[in-house]
Protein backbone atom coordinates (compact mmCIF):
# COMPACT_ATOMS: atom_id res chain seq x y z
CA UNK A 1 0.00 0.00 0.00
CA UNK A 2 2.09 3.32 -1.01
CA UNK A 3 0.90 6.61 1.29
CA UNK A 4 -2.15 5.54 2.10
CA UNK A 5 -5.51 7.77 3.25
CA UNK A 6 -9.13 8.78 3.12
CA UNK A 7 -11.35 5.95 1.30
CA UNK A 8 -8.20 3.38 0.59
CA UNK A 9 -7.40 2.56 4.62
CA UNK A 10 -10.23 0.42 3.27
CA UNK A 11 -8.05 -2.10 1.23
CA UNK A 12 -5.95 -2.28 4.65
CA UNK A 13 -8.48 -3.30 7.39
CA UNK A 14 -10.13 -5.94 4.63
CA UNK A 15 -6.84 -7.27 3.97
CA UNK A 16 -6.11 -7.60 8.12
CA UNK A 17 -9.90 -8.82 8.72
CA UNK A 18 -8.88 -11.60 6.16
CA UNK A 19 -5.49 -12.57 7.98
CA UNK A 20 -3.42 -11.24 5.15
CA UNK A 21 -0.11 -9.51 6.09
CA UNK A 22 -0.56 -5.92 5.36
CA UNK A 23 3.16 -3.59 4.21
CA UNK A 24 2.66 0.08 3.96
CA UNK A 25 5.19 2.66 2.55
CA UNK A 26 4.59 5.97 3.79
CA UNK A 27 7.13 9.09 4.14
CA UNK A 28 6.15 9.20 7.83
CA UNK A 29 6.49 12.94 8.28
CA UNK A 30 5.50 16.44 7.00
CA UNK A 31 2.02 16.05 4.91
CA UNK A 32 2.38 12.26 4.53
CA UNK A 33 1.78 10.19 7.84
CA UNK A 34 -0.49 7.47 7.51
CA UNK A 35 -3.69 7.51 10.19
CA UNK A 36 -2.85 5.85 14.08
CA UNK A 37 -5.83 3.03 12.65
CA UNK A 38 -3.25 1.88 9.50
CA UNK A 39 -0.01 1.92 11.93
CA UNK A 40 -1.80 -0.35 14.57
CA UNK A 41 -2.45 -3.00 11.96
CA UNK A 42 0.33 -2.69 9.45
CA UNK A 43 2.61 -5.78 9.06
CA UNK A 44 4.82 -3.44 7.95
CA UNK A 45 5.99 0.18 6.92
CA UNK A 46 8.59 0.94 5.21
CA UNK A 47 9.58 4.48 5.99
CA UNK A 48 10.79 5.98 2.71
CA UNK A 49 9.92 9.40 0.48
CA UNK A 50 6.82 7.70 -1.66
CA UNK A 51 6.75 11.23 -3.92
CA UNK A 52 10.02 9.83 -5.20
CA UNK A 53 10.11 6.43 -7.52
CA UNK A 54 13.58 5.28 -7.41
CA UNK A 55 13.91 4.96 -3.74
CA UNK A 56 10.36 3.59 -3.26
CA UNK A 57 10.85 0.98 -5.88
CA UNK A 58 13.91 -0.05 -4.10
CA UNK A 59 12.82 -0.18 -0.64
CA UNK A 60 9.51 -2.34 -1.86
CA UNK A 61 11.52 -5.02 -4.01
CA UNK A 62 14.11 -5.18 -0.98
CA UNK A 63 10.88 -6.15 1.28
CA UNK A 64 9.41 -8.16 -1.01
CA UNK A 65 12.62 -10.08 -1.17
CA UNK A 66 12.06 -11.08 2.09
CA UNK A 67 8.38 -11.68 2.42
CA UNK A 68 6.40 -11.97 -1.32
CA UNK A 69 4.08 -9.21 -2.10
CA UNK A 70 0.87 -10.15 -3.95
CA UNK A 71 -0.84 -6.98 -4.30
CA UNK A 72 0.41 -3.45 -5.19
CA UNK A 73 -2.90 -0.61 -4.69
CA UNK A 74 -2.28 3.11 -4.28
CA UNK A 75 -3.06 5.14 -1.58
CA UNK A 76 -4.55 7.75 -3.66
CA UNK A 77 -4.76 9.56 -6.43
CA UNK A 78 -0.93 11.27 -6.25
CA UNK A 79 0.38 7.17 -5.90
CA UNK A 80 -1.29 5.69 -9.17
CA UNK A 81 1.90 6.34 -10.78
CA UNK A 82 3.74 4.61 -7.99
CA UNK A 83 1.27 1.61 -7.86
CA UNK A 84 1.32 1.10 -10.88
CA UNK A 85 5.03 1.04 -11.48
CA UNK A 86 5.61 -1.26 -8.61
CA UNK A 87 3.03 -3.73 -9.85
CA UNK A 88 4.88 -4.16 -13.29
CA UNK A 89 8.48 -4.28 -11.20
CA UNK A 90 6.68 -7.03 -8.67
CA UNK A 91 4.95 -8.54 -12.00
CA UNK A 92 1.68 -7.96 -11.04
CA UNK A 93 -0.99 -6.91 -12.91
CA UNK A 94 -0.67 -3.22 -13.58
CA UNK A 95 -1.36 -0.13 -15.63
CA UNK A 96 0.60 0.39 -18.49
CA UNK A 97 2.84 4.29 -18.46
CA UNK A 98 0.61 5.59 -20.97
CA UNK A 99 -2.49 4.71 -19.18
CA UNK A 100 -1.17 6.30 -15.96
CA UNK A 101 -0.54 9.61 -18.06
CA UNK A 102 -4.13 9.47 -19.49
CA UNK A 103 -5.48 8.95 -15.64
CA UNK A 104 -3.32 11.84 -14.22
CA UNK A 105 -3.11 14.42 -16.59
CA UNK A 106 -6.45 16.39 -17.59
CA UNK A 107 -5.39 17.34 -20.96
CA UNK A 108 -3.68 13.65 -22.06
CA UNK A 109 -7.17 11.97 -20.59
CA UNK A 110 -9.61 14.13 -22.76
CA UNK A 111 -7.68 13.49 -25.83
CA UNK A 112 -7.91 10.05 -25.20
CA UNK A 113 -11.58 9.31 -24.72
CA UNK A 114 -12.20 12.28 -27.77
CA UNK A 115 -10.14 9.77 -29.97
CA UNK A 116 -12.29 7.41 -29.06
CA UNK A 117 -15.29 8.93 -30.40
CA UNK A 118 -17.01 10.08 -26.84
CA UNK A 119 -17.80 13.44 -26.16
CA UNK A 120 -15.73 15.62 -24.08
CA UNK A 121 -16.14 19.20 -23.46
CA UNK A 122 -13.63 21.66 -25.73
CA UNK A 123 -10.57 22.37 -24.44
CA UNK A 124 -6.76 23.79 -24.18
CA UNK A 125 -3.75 22.89 -21.57
CA UNK A 126 -2.24 26.45 -20.73
CA UNK A 127 0.49 27.23 -18.44
CA UNK A 128 1.74 30.76 -19.38
CA UNK A 129 -0.47 34.08 -18.66
CA UNK A 130 0.17 35.04 -22.11
CA UNK A 131 -1.81 32.42 -23.84
CA UNK A 132 -4.72 32.75 -21.57
CA UNK A 133 -6.66 35.42 -24.47
CA UNK A 134 -6.40 32.64 -27.08
CA UNK A 135 -7.35 30.12 -25.08
CA UNK A 136 -10.42 31.44 -24.05
CA UNK A 137 -11.17 32.31 -27.73
CA UNK A 138 -10.86 28.81 -28.48
CA UNK A 139 -13.03 27.40 -25.46
CA UNK A 140 -15.42 30.07 -25.55
CA UNK A 141 -17.64 31.43 -21.92
CA UNK A 142 -18.59 30.11 -19.80
CA UNK A 143 -15.70 28.04 -19.16
CA UNK A 144 -14.00 26.20 -16.38
CA UNK A 145 -10.57 26.24 -14.56
CA UNK A 146 -8.45 23.63 -13.12
CA UNK A 147 -4.96 22.31 -12.27
CA UNK A 148 -4.33 19.29 -15.04
CA UNK A 149 -3.37 16.88 -12.27
CA UNK A 150 -5.07 18.06 -8.99
CA UNK A 151 -8.02 16.54 -7.27
CA UNK A 152 -10.42 17.44 -4.41
CA UNK A 153 -12.18 20.60 -6.35
CA UNK A 154 -8.88 22.03 -5.41
CA UNK A 155 -8.52 25.19 -7.39
CA UNK A 156 -11.32 24.12 -9.76
CA UNK A 157 -14.03 27.01 -11.13
CA UNK A 158 -16.22 28.80 -13.61
CA UNK A 159 -15.00 31.40 -15.61
CA UNK A 160 -17.14 34.04 -17.39
CA UNK A 161 -14.61 36.48 -19.08
CA UNK A 162 -10.84 36.61 -19.57
CA UNK A 163 -10.48 38.99 -16.24
CA UNK A 164 -11.48 36.31 -13.80
CA UNK A 165 -9.87 33.05 -16.07
CA UNK A 166 -6.50 35.45 -15.37
CA UNK A 167 -7.13 35.95 -11.62
CA UNK A 168 -7.84 31.98 -11.19
CA UNK A 169 -4.88 31.17 -12.78
CA UNK A 170 -2.68 33.56 -10.90
CA UNK A 171 -4.02 31.84 -7.82
CA UNK A 172 -3.09 28.34 -9.01
CA UNK A 173 0.53 29.89 -10.04
CA UNK A 174 0.65 31.78 -6.58
CA UNK A 175 -0.31 28.69 -4.41
CA UNK A 176 1.63 27.70 -1.93
CA UNK A 177 -0.42 25.24 -0.21
CA UNK A 178 0.82 21.43 -0.47
CA UNK A 179 -1.44 18.34 -1.06
CA UNK A 180 1.01 15.18 0.22
CA UNK A 181 3.86 17.65 -0.04
CA UNK A 182 3.45 17.73 -3.81
CA UNK A 183 3.12 21.43 -5.10
CA UNK A 184 0.51 22.22 -7.55
CA UNK A 185 1.43 22.04 -11.45
CA UNK A 186 1.28 25.14 -12.89
CA UNK A 187 0.01 24.10 -15.88
CA UNK A 188 -4.13 24.40 -16.02
CA UNK A 189 -7.08 23.06 -17.93
CA UNK A 190 -9.19 25.40 -19.43
CA UNK A 191 -12.45 23.97 -20.51
CA UNK A 192 -16.61 24.41 -21.98
CA UNK A 193 -18.39 24.55 -18.88
CA UNK A 194 -21.05 21.81 -19.47
CA UNK A 195 -24.39 22.45 -17.62
CA UNK A 196 -26.44 19.00 -16.39
CA UNK A 197 -26.80 17.00 -13.38
CA UNK A 198 -23.18 15.34 -12.58
CA UNK A 199 -23.16 11.93 -11.75
CA UNK A 200 -19.95 9.21 -10.88
CA UNK A 201 -20.02 5.60 -12.34
CA UNK A 202 -17.39 3.68 -10.20
CA UNK A 203 -16.74 0.00 -10.49
CA UNK A 204 -13.36 -2.10 -11.42
CA UNK A 205 -11.77 -4.39 -14.48
CA UNK A 206 -10.53 -7.47 -14.77
CA UNK A 207 -9.13 -9.02 -17.15
CA UNK A 208 -9.81 -6.13 -19.50
CA UNK A 209 -13.31 -6.03 -18.60
CA UNK A 210 -15.11 -3.43 -17.49
CA UNK A 211 -17.77 -3.62 -14.44
CA UNK A 212 -19.92 -0.47 -13.76
CA UNK A 213 -21.31 -1.32 -9.97
CA UNK A 214 -22.82 1.85 -9.36
CA UNK A 215 -23.79 5.17 -10.60
CA UNK A 216 -24.20 8.01 -7.84
CA UNK A 217 -25.37 10.95 -8.09
CA UNK A 218 -22.74 14.39 -6.80
CA UNK A 219 -24.77 17.56 -5.34
CA UNK A 220 -22.37 20.07 -5.68
CA UNK A 221 -22.59 23.80 -3.76
CA UNK A 222 -23.16 26.89 -5.34
CA UNK A 223 -21.04 27.66 -8.65
CA UNK A 224 -18.59 29.47 -9.12
CA UNK A 225 -17.44 26.79 -7.45
CA UNK A 226 -17.68 22.78 -7.42
CA UNK A 227 -17.66 21.69 -3.44
CA UNK A 228 -19.00 18.63 -3.23
CA UNK A 229 -21.87 18.23 -0.92
CA UNK A 230 -23.55 14.96 -1.17
CA UNK A 231 -23.52 11.47 -2.83
CA UNK A 232 -26.63 9.17 -3.36
CA UNK A 233 -25.95 5.98 -4.02
CA UNK A 234 -27.82 4.58 -6.34
CA UNK A 235 -28.59 7.72 -8.43
CA UNK A 236 -32.48 8.14 -8.45
CA UNK A 237 -32.99 7.43 -12.47
CA UNK A 238 -34.83 5.61 -14.62
CA UNK A 239 -32.77 2.35 -15.80
CA UNK A 240 -32.34 3.33 -19.38
CA UNK A 241 -30.51 6.70 -18.75
CA UNK A 242 -28.51 4.68 -15.74
CA UNK A 243 -27.64 2.11 -18.61
CA UNK A 244 -26.52 5.39 -21.09
CA UNK A 245 -23.99 6.62 -18.18
CA UNK A 246 -22.59 3.32 -17.37
CA UNK A 247 -22.12 2.41 -21.36
CA UNK A 248 -20.19 5.54 -21.96
CA UNK A 249 -17.81 5.24 -18.61
CA UNK A 250 -17.54 1.71 -19.82
CA UNK A 251 -16.11 3.45 -22.81
CA UNK A 252 -14.31 5.88 -20.78
CA UNK A 253 -12.10 3.72 -18.78
CA UNK A 254 -11.43 1.41 -21.91
CA UNK A 255 -10.28 4.86 -23.47
CA UNK A 256 -7.67 5.57 -21.15
CA UNK A 257 -6.06 2.35 -20.84
CA UNK A 258 -7.39 1.56 -17.38
CA UNK A 259 -6.75 -2.75 -17.56
CA UNK A 260 -6.81 -3.69 -13.86
CA UNK A 261 -8.30 -2.35 -10.45
CA UNK A 262 -10.92 0.40 -9.39
CA UNK A 263 -12.14 3.29 -11.19
CA UNK A 264 -14.11 6.87 -10.70
CA UNK A 265 -15.51 8.37 -13.52
CA UNK A 266 -17.44 11.50 -12.84
CA UNK A 267 -19.23 13.08 -15.50
CA UNK A 268 -22.15 14.86 -16.47
CA UNK A 269 -25.49 14.38 -18.19
CA UNK A 270 -25.91 17.42 -20.43
CA UNK A 271 -29.28 17.61 -22.55
CA UNK A 272 -29.96 13.80 -22.74
CA UNK A 273 -25.89 13.28 -23.56
CA UNK A 274 -23.35 12.32 -20.68
CA UNK A 275 -19.98 14.39 -21.38
CA UNK A 276 -17.04 13.38 -18.91
CA UNK A 277 -15.61 15.71 -16.25
CA UNK A 278 -12.78 13.54 -15.00
CA UNK A 279 -12.09 9.68 -14.63
CA UNK A 280 -9.03 8.16 -11.82
CA UNK A 281 -8.01 4.65 -11.44
CA UNK A 282 -8.34 4.47 -7.87
CA UNK A 283 -11.27 3.88 -5.06
CA UNK A 284 -13.78 6.66 -5.25
CA UNK A 285 -13.55 9.04 -2.48
CA UNK A 286 -16.25 10.99 0.27
CA UNK A 287 -17.36 7.22 1.50
CA UNK A 288 -18.64 6.26 -1.62
CA UNK A 289 -17.18 2.49 -1.38
CA UNK A 290 -19.29 2.59 1.84
CA UNK A 291 -22.12 3.50 0.08
CA UNK A 292 -22.24 1.34 -2.84
CA UNK A 293 -21.55 -1.59 -0.06
CA UNK A 294 -24.28 -0.26 2.03
CA UNK A 295 -26.76 -0.29 -1.78
CA UNK A 296 -25.42 -3.51 -3.30
CA UNK A 297 -23.58 -5.48 -1.30
CA UNK A 298 -20.63 -5.32 -3.41
CA UNK A 299 -17.12 -3.90 -1.03
CA UNK A 300 -15.17 -2.50 -4.40
CA UNK A 301 -11.76 -2.83 -1.94
CA UNK A 302 -12.15 -6.74 -1.36
CA UNK A 303 -12.93 -7.35 -4.80
CA UNK A 304 -10.39 -5.49 -6.07
CA UNK A 305 -7.85 -7.06 -3.75
CA UNK A 306 -9.10 -10.74 -4.72
CA UNK A 307 -8.78 -9.99 -8.42
CA UNK A 308 -5.52 -8.92 -7.85
CA UNK A 309 -4.05 -11.82 -6.02
CA UNK A 310 -6.19 -14.13 -7.44
CA UNK A 311 -7.98 -14.97 -4.71
CA UNK A 312 -11.95 -16.16 -4.49
CA UNK A 313 -14.08 -12.82 -3.67
CA UNK A 314 -17.00 -14.63 -2.08
CA UNK A 315 -14.77 -16.33 0.05
CA UNK A 316 -12.22 -13.28 1.05
CA UNK A 317 -15.39 -11.42 1.58
CA UNK A 318 -16.32 -9.11 -1.04
CA UNK A 319 -19.72 -9.68 -1.84
CA UNK A 320 -22.47 -8.94 1.36
CA UNK A 321 -26.18 -8.75 1.19
CA UNK A 322 -26.94 -4.98 1.29
CA UNK A 323 -28.41 -3.49 4.08
CA UNK A 324 -30.47 -0.86 2.35
CA UNK A 325 -32.08 0.28 -0.99
CA UNK A 326 -29.99 3.45 -1.26
CA UNK A 327 -27.60 5.15 0.52
CA UNK A 328 -26.16 9.01 1.24
CA UNK A 329 -23.97 10.97 2.95
CA UNK A 330 -24.19 14.80 3.25
CA UNK A 331 -21.77 17.13 3.95
CA UNK A 332 -22.40 20.34 5.86
CA UNK A 333 -20.22 23.69 5.69
CA UNK A 334 -19.78 26.98 7.60
CA UNK A 335 -21.09 29.02 4.77
CA UNK A 336 -18.17 30.92 4.29
CA UNK A 337 -17.52 31.63 7.53
CA UNK A 338 -14.33 31.42 8.86
CA UNK A 339 -14.96 29.27 12.01
CA UNK A 340 -18.24 27.95 13.72
CA UNK A 341 -19.15 27.27 17.76
CA UNK A 342 -21.72 24.65 17.71
CA UNK A 343 -24.39 21.95 15.22
CA UNK A 344 -27.83 22.99 16.16
CA UNK A 345 -30.03 20.03 16.03
CA UNK A 346 -26.60 17.96 15.61
CA UNK A 347 -27.21 15.41 18.59
CA UNK A 348 -30.90 14.95 17.80
CA UNK A 349 -30.15 13.64 13.79
CA UNK A 350 -27.22 11.35 14.82
CA UNK A 351 -30.32 9.79 17.01
CA UNK A 352 -32.28 8.95 13.87
CA UNK A 353 -32.67 5.31 12.49
CA UNK A 354 -31.54 6.09 9.17
CA UNK A 355 -28.33 8.06 10.17
CA UNK A 356 -25.26 5.20 9.76
CA UNK A 357 -22.49 7.85 11.39
CA UNK A 358 -22.12 11.48 12.08
CA UNK A 359 -18.27 12.75 11.93
CA UNK A 360 -17.18 16.37 12.50
CA UNK A 361 -14.69 16.86 10.55
CA UNK A 362 -13.45 20.16 11.52
CA UNK A 363 -13.79 20.81 15.40
CA UNK A 364 -16.02 23.82 16.77
CA UNK A 365 -13.64 27.07 17.53
CA UNK A 366 -11.08 25.73 14.68
CA UNK A 367 -9.94 28.04 11.06
CA UNK A 368 -11.94 27.23 8.42
CA UNK A 369 -11.47 28.16 4.74
CA UNK A 370 -13.75 30.88 3.47
CA UNK A 371 -13.55 30.31 -0.08
CA UNK A 372 -16.22 27.30 -0.07
CA UNK A 373 -13.97 25.94 -2.42
CA UNK A 374 -12.70 22.57 -1.73
CA UNK A 375 -13.25 19.81 0.53
CA UNK A 376 -11.12 21.35 3.44
CA UNK A 377 -14.17 23.60 3.97
CA UNK A 378 -16.19 20.78 4.78
CA UNK A 379 -17.01 20.59 8.30
CA UNK A 380 -19.00 17.84 9.23
CA UNK A 381 -20.42 15.10 7.49
CA UNK A 382 -23.37 12.49 7.84
CA UNK A 383 -23.74 8.95 6.66
CA UNK A 384 -27.19 7.61 5.81
CA UNK A 385 -29.70 5.12 4.20
CA UNK A 386 -33.24 5.21 2.31
CA UNK A 387 -35.69 3.42 1.00
CA UNK A 388 -35.25 4.66 -2.13
CA UNK A 389 -33.16 6.71 -4.23
CA UNK A 390 -35.64 9.42 -4.03
CA UNK A 391 -36.21 9.32 -0.74
CA UNK A 392 -32.37 9.63 0.01
CA UNK A 393 -32.15 12.77 -2.03
CA UNK A 394 -35.15 13.90 0.43
CA UNK A 395 -33.04 12.46 3.63
CA UNK A 396 -29.53 14.89 2.14
CA UNK A 397 -32.07 18.21 1.50
CA UNK A 398 -33.90 16.95 5.19
CA UNK A 399 -30.45 17.29 7.04
CA UNK A 400 -29.34 20.78 5.58
CA UNK A 401 -32.69 21.90 7.10
CA UNK A 402 -32.36 20.28 10.73
CA UNK A 403 -28.82 21.00 11.63
CA UNK A 404 -27.79 24.55 11.91
CA UNK A 405 -24.35 25.91 12.10
CA UNK A 406 -24.30 28.61 15.12
CA UNK A 407 -21.51 30.84 15.38
CA UNK A 408 -20.12 30.97 12.21
Same mark, same amino acid.
Given at each position: MVQPAFSANAYIAHARSLGWDVVVASYEKEGRVIADAVRSVASEIITVDTNDNVPLEAAVVESHKRNAIHAVVAG??? /????? @??? =?????? %????????????????MRQAVAEAGLEVPKFVVVSDPADLEEACAH???? @??????? =??? =????SRVDTIEETRAALGAMHAEE???????????????? /???????? @?DGY???? !??????????????????? !????LTPAPLDEATRHELASYATGVVNAVGITTGPFHCELRLSEGRPVLMEVAARLPGDKITELMEMATGLMLPGKVLADITGA? %?????? /????????AGIRFLTAGGAGSYAR????? !????? %????? =?HLLVEPGAGIKTDEADYSCRIAAVVFTADSPEEA?????????RVRVLGA
Open positions: GEY /YVPGA @AQL =SARLGL %PALTPTAVDQVRHKGKVGFP @AVIKPVD =SGG =SVHVGLEFDRPLTHDAILEQ /YVPGVEFS @AVRDG !EVVVVAVTRKLLGPEPRFL !ELGHD %PERSGA /YREPVAKALEGWD !ELAAE %PWVVA =SHERWAEIGD
